[in-house]
């Protein structure tokens, strides 16, 4: 009886809409709004306040949102090991990841994900860092990939891999008949860098002015993708991580240099809501990207590109 409506209640304040709720669900934009309906009626308090676009939470609506969301994990993770048995996987994993993890690593994982667990399915969105996030934090996906993952009061972020930072360039750059490079080199250079708030972004303005060096940013984007074709158009180099740029750099349509002088290194992480039970299926993924993070090889080991906020 009650774990469908509380699971209801729970996807309505998720995505913040009945209707989205409804659909999340099965069943009309009516038959959810009842079902909270019938929650308030039974505790005697409103628990949502639809005067308010989007929706918000009564006091009384969130304390009992957060004691319903742990009763509807629990319970959903307890019907999936049940269903699933001792060994077998089956279900869905809701993944959200930054554009560079995704294009990097995500289709290799997911592809491996699906011949050991026929019955699974891994549903991937690349989304900005921020709305990956967001995501997590609403429960609408079970696993966020992120660079320079944060523990906050509601996340829960630990370490998969690093990713050794290289200036790149285009073919008929100057700088691609180099080899290794210093970083000072890239004194008083035009680059095509990130958003001055991502936070790769501001670890490389953090390194920059560590060692007492000038940039100039002749285009700025907030994914790699774009900055890559940027500059394959000849706008100037980048520092992006490595493993982004293998395609490109087989193709010959980039040139990647290591540091000669310092090593860098961009952080990946997991994060999750944190108090969330993950389910058997989700439990498994998580198992694959662990198996999944091997070291990069010593020579491009080094210090982190830190950042702060």
Known sequence: ??????????????????????????????????????????????????????????????LYYEGCRKIVQEYLALEDRTRNGVNEVAGVVRVAAIYSVGFSHMKRLVERFGVESPRAQVRIQYEHPRRVHELVES?????????????????????????????????????????????????????????HDLPIRRAIDRVFGSRGLHVEY??????????????????????????????????????????????LVRPLGIICRRGKVLGKTAQRFMELLDAAARPEPSDHSGRELSTVG
């Open 218 to 263: 002749a285009a700025e984007f907030d994914n790699i993708e774009t900055v890559k074709r940027a500059i394959e158009a000849g706008t100037g180099p980048g520092l992006l991580p490595e493993p982004t740029v293998r395609r490109e750099v087989a193709a010959g349509t980039l040139v990647a240099l290591p540091l000669a002088d310092e090593k």
């Open 1 to 62: 009886m009650q774990i469908k409506a509380l699971k209801i209640f729970c996807d309505v304040v998720c995505r913040r809409s009945f209707s989205r709720a409804a659909e999340d669900n099965g069943v009309t934009q009516s038959a959810a709004s009842q079902a909270v309906q019938h929650l308030e009626e039974r505790l005697g308090v409103k628990l949502i306040d639809r005067s308010r676009r989007p929706l918000v939470l009564t006091p009384a609506g969130r």
């Open 139 to 195: 429960d609408q996906v079970d696993l966020g990939l992120v660079s320079y993952p944060r523990s906050t009061r509601t996340i829960q972020a630990r370490r998969w891999r690093e990713e050794p930072m290289v200036v790149v360039c285009g073919p008929f750059d100057p700088l691609a008949a180099r080899g290794a490079i210093q970083l000072e080199r890239l004194d008083g250079l035009a680059m095509v860098g990130f958003d």
